[in-house]
């Protein structure tokens, strides 16, 4: 009985039975094939979480993503005042997290890829990018540089999907994809000539 | 003359701190025996209040209900991990450590003063954090990260319980030690107290990471220490979260093996395989902190592939094994009762109405096809992108410490009551249904949770309507429906863990005491046995003496969901815009 010292004395000894053995054998294999398809991943996958990560000062975050919002700003979010940012292909992105928003909206195209900064100004959150679900967590005083490429265009949410207080279920923020050069037709846009700097 | 009445005095004092088992005439330490049932209460006590917190939360997401208000719904929610996953789980596992030790070793427990000083800190501890989190302002879920700040009494309260529930662990290694000295046993220590062993060992790891983080978080909420690397703290903090839920796996497959083996006779296949298992859970658990760092900043790829995966999964491999030879333990001891018809008689005829056996089976499928599987998918590197902090996270985990760990604790407890409590089961037939109900419960939350997880809906939120955010957002409708079905679930769930209370409570208080004449009928139902000697008994677990057809069926069954299960989520996250 399991609840009485083994039966026999010199228990290491014991032959272990087939069936037990081919069991062992194959949860031994399944569990390489489980971890070398995550090595594969890395280098075959495209998605794979960029490990691209700084020191910052949440202070000298925020004044890069004011600096950003502005240079690129398209117009407004509707009513909300905050404002649509709308970088060329292939450039750096700012999305800062505060209680409690995603700071500023992003307006990109479809199938390109952009260099996103996201860090946060206060507390922990979670970048959670809806109906796509591609989840990450945002520290303060990190800097987490990922390069993403939206795939299909339409309006993106981001939630916050880590706990950050009272407001946390209000938090929230957008990710507008256009199809290619869409986005220069519309009359609030800037074009990429007049980029200041 | 003198002498021999001193000795005769000595003798008979000895004697007054034993009685002896009526089932199995071991002899049992009473010191042992009242601290096993003060874990114990205290566990069912803290389960009842959290239980009643996790309603809430449930009934708040369903949001048609939305019972709470934002503030307390982020308060219970806090409460509720606190009280269930912590409080309820460990005062559990002390009581399965001085059994383990004390009572299946036939030895005096080590040091009772300190088991009592232990068991006091513990309450000290927990009500004191209860408190806090009732007064407000300490809402800062169970995980607590900083830059997020509790009050000072948060932590200290945690702290409390971590030292005494780590004096607990050392009562246990003393008694082992005792036990050796002494020679209450021949040989090597039983499988079930190899099992608490490794909890036990898994558990002061755990209680040193916890003392790591938490004084100076403490330290820091009091104003002494100014920051708190957020990255380092969820490091440290999960080697404490996530490692005490490995105390909780190796202290549940103890219990299935206990169970299995009071029930039904059985005994472990090979004595060798399973305690390597075991020991695989002390080579490689610990390094599961992993699994919460995943779509973390600052940690290279290589850490993360190697630490989620506990060394190319193995301490998975561990579980893969229990996985086989528990049912397999159970098929063997079945087919010696007399039970060799078909592939699955031995299953068929096994004692369903016996909640102890209900409850232990339901725990080893459920914790191996819902929370097992799921806890693997959860934790491989690139498909954590995503689920993390969704609510298929919630989901898995009850899986595995709701229907797993605490749907055994409650199995075994039918047992505890007539072995350690001497009271019969007040209300049999009731009793009967209770694993169920609280089983398919559970199972509900689990599923639903995962579900909705599945569709991005985050964990600790408190409207997935986004009504007061400026920039709304809506789930689909298949959202709102799981949320629904889960809230439906907990109700039951809830139902089933009520019932649980009110039979152990009421048991102890008014159930029939239980002497040798009732104590095998006091255990429930439970099969024929055909072999009673001890000879005759050991006619398996040699090599080649045994088939096991429904056991390969079942595995096999399980692998090939495994599998199935695992490609489609890579299939899913292939699908997903490029990142890197």
Known sequence: MALQPPAQRVWWNERVEKGELIWIGIAFLWGLVMFFMMVYWHINGRQNLSTAAFRIEPSTFEKRTEAFAKQFKAREEGTTGVPVAKPPANADVYMLARLWEWWPVLELEKGRTYRLHLSSMDWQHGWSLQPVNINIQVHPGVEHVLMITPTETGTFSVICNEFCGIGHHTMTGRIHVVEQGAGAAEPAAAPPSQTKR | ?580
Request: hydrophobic share 55%; net charge positive.
């Open chain 2, 1 to 580: 003359m003198a002498t021999t009445t001193v000795q005769e005095d000595f003798i008979a004092g000895i004697a007054s701190k034993f009685r002896t088992c009526p089932a199995t005439g071991l002899r049992i330490d009473l010191a042992a025996q009242r601290l096993i049932k003060a874990n114990a209460v205290a566990a069912v006590v803290f389960l009842a209040v959290g239980g009643l917190f996790g309603l809430g939360v449930a009934l708040t997401r369903w949001q048609a209900v939305h019972l709470l208000k934002a503030e307390w719904f982020y308060l219970v929610l806090t409460a509720h991990g606190l009280d269930v996953l912590l409080l309820w789980i460990i005062f559990f596992e002390m009581a399965v450590l001085y059994f383990a030790s004390s009572i299946l070793l036939n030895c005096r427990l080590a040091a009772p003063r300190m088991a009592w000083v232990a068991f006091g800190l513990m309450v000290v501890g927990g009500v004191l954090t209860n408190i806090t989190v009732l007064q407000g302002d300490s809402s800062v879920m169970f995980t607590s990260y900083p830059p997020m700040m509790a009050r000072p009494n948060f932590y200290l309260g945690l702290i409390l319980f971590a030292v005494g529930a780590l004096i607990g662990c050392l009562v246990f290694l003393g008694t082992l030690v005792i036990a050796k000295e002494e020679k209450t046993y021949e040989g090597s220590i039983p499988l079930v107290t190899f099992g608490a062993l490794t909890a036990c060992i898994i558990a002061i790891f755990t209680i040193a990471s916890g003392a790591i983080i938490l004084i100076p978080t403490w330290l820091w909420s009091l104003g002494y220490i100014s920051n708190i690397n957020t990255v380092m703290y969820k490091l440290v903090w999960w080697a404490m979260g996530h490692s005490s839920q490995q105390i909780n796996v190796a202290a549940h497959v103890s219990i299935w093996y206990a169970i299995a083996a009071i029930l039904l006779g059985a005994k472990p296949l090979s004595e060798k395989v399973s305690r390597t298992a075991f020991f695989l859970y002390i080579l490689f658990l610990q390094i599961a902190s992993a699994h919460h760092m995943l779509v973390e900043p600052g940690l290279s790829a290589e850490w993360k592939v190697f630490n989620t995966s506990y060394a190319m999964y193995l301490a998975v491999l561990g579980s893969l094994i229990h996985g086989m030879t528990v049912p397999g333990a159970i098929e063997a001891a079945q087919r010696q009762n007399g039970y060799t018809r078909g592939v699955f008689e031995w299953l068929r005829k096994a004692p369903w109405g016996n909640p102890a056996f209900a409850g232990m089976f339901l725990s080893l499928v459920m914790f191996g096809f819902l929370g097992g599987i799921s806890g693997v998918v959860l934790g491989t590197e690139q498909i954590n992108l995503m689920l993390h902090n969704t609510l298929y996270v919630p989901g898995h985990f009850h899986a595995t410490v709701v229907a797993g760990t605490t749907l055994s604790f409650m199995a075994i407890t039918y047992l505890l009551l007539p072995l350690i409590f001497q009271r019969e089961v007040i209300w049999p037939g009731l009793a009967k249904w209770q694993p169920y109900l609280f089983g398919i419960g559970v199972m509900g939350i689990s599923l639903f949770m995962m579900g909705a997880g599945t569709l991005g809906v985050s964990r600790r939120h408190w409207d997935i309507g986004f009504t007061d955010a400026a920039m709304g957002f809506k789930y689909p409708a298949t959202a709102y429906l799981m949320l629904g079905l889960n809230g439906i679930s907990a109700i039951l769930a809830s139902i089933g863990g009520a019932m649980f209370v009110v039979i152990t409570v009421a048991s102890v208080l008014w159930g029939k005491p239980v002497d040798k004449s009732n104590i095998v009928a006091a255990l429930g139902p439970m099969p024929q046995r055909q072999m009673t000697s001890e000879t005759a008994a050991s006619g398996y677990g040699n090599a080649g003496t045994w088939h096991l057809p429904g056991t390969y069926i079942l595995v096999t069954v399980f692998f090939g969901a495994f599998v199935l299960y695992y490609f489609v989520n890579w299939k899913y996250l292939s699908q997903l815009w490029p990142m890197g």
